[in-house]
């Protein structure tokens, strides 16, 4: 059974009553626990065999955030008993508000893709598209990353442009789907906005970031409405070689790692 979540994280997780922003965390345990007729949340098992090999799946994701909700209790709920590490406090609620956009707005989206011929075409079915998107959610939930904030590693600075990294990922997806023409399929353009938002994340998220100046500029990129999309596809067309070219490498090594196939695939799409 995992730990259970410290009193001080659960009291400073309540503290949000006074901030005009949704409590996400509540949002998303209500929302995952009205999928039981009974309210019971387990996140132990799943029928999905991909799910049940592959870190980067939605399942690791919620375990990950559910378990600090002050709702959470194991006496009722049911967690998977190898699960390694939970989100630190100060990316509860933006990752809690990613969650909750994918359940009730991008998991429909997907469904009416996740069909054949374009699954055999692609080589994408919907649990490998939940995988992508899982994908973003990986950096903070690392365990190399949760140990750097609690040793207390992290600037202040840092902390926050990784949360408007994921705000601004967040408001992109909200953007291509508000915005595609009828009849034009934009799962290709979410699932690459996907892998782009969990690059940025990574490598902001990661020990050799060290610049401040660069995360000063960065910052006032991503916080500042209306540049969004034009710093994404900037950030789009500075990596787009560098991963194509780590793709190609991955595709020629023997015994490389299944779970990298759907990166793979996403990059050669464009070839």
């Known amino acids: 059974m995992a730990s259970p979540v410290p009193l001080q994280d659960k009291l400073e997780t309540t503290s949000k009553s006074n901030n005009a922003e949704p409590d996400y965390l509540d949002l998303l345990f209500t929302y995952i626990s009205s999928l039981s007729p009974d309210g019971f949340i387990d996140l132990s098992t799943s029928k999905d065999p991909y799910v049940n090999t592959h870190f980067t799946s939605l399942s690791t994701a919620l375990s990950s955030i559910l378990l600090t909700s002050p709702r959470w209790s194991h006496l009722i709920h049911r967690a998977s008993t190898d699960f390694p590490t939970l989100v630190p406090l100060p990316f509860r609620q933006i990752l809690a508000e990613h969650l909750l956009f994918y359940y009730t707005h991008l998991h429909d989206f997907l469904a009416v893709t996740a069909v054949e011929p374009w699954v055999e075409v692609k080589g994408l079915d919907m649990a490998a598209m939940e995988s992508i998107y899982a994908y973003t959610h990986l950096p903070v939930i690392a365990p190399a990353f949760v140990q750097r904030y609690k040793r207390g590693l992290m600037r202040e600075g840092q902390i926050q442009l990784i949360k408007a990294a994921f705000k601004s990922g967040l408001e992109e997806l909200k953007v291509i789907l508000r915005i595609r023409e009828p009849g034009f399929d934009a799962t ?3 699932l690459e906005a996907c892998q782009r938002n969990g690059r940025l994340l990574t490598w902001l998220t990661s020990g050799d970031f060290r610049s401040e100046r660069l995360e000063v500029l960065l910052g006032r990129y991503l916080i500042e409405p209306g540049v969004n999309l034009e710093v994404a596809r900037a950030i789009e067309r500075a990596t787009d070689d ?11 090594i023997d015994g490389w790692e299944e779970r990298y196939r759907h990166i793979l695939l996403i990059s050669l799409w464009d070839e």
Do not use: F, R, S, Y
């Open 188 to 190: 290709e353009e979410v």
């Open 242 to 252: 560098a991963v194509c070219g780590q793709a190609k490498k991955l595709k020629d």
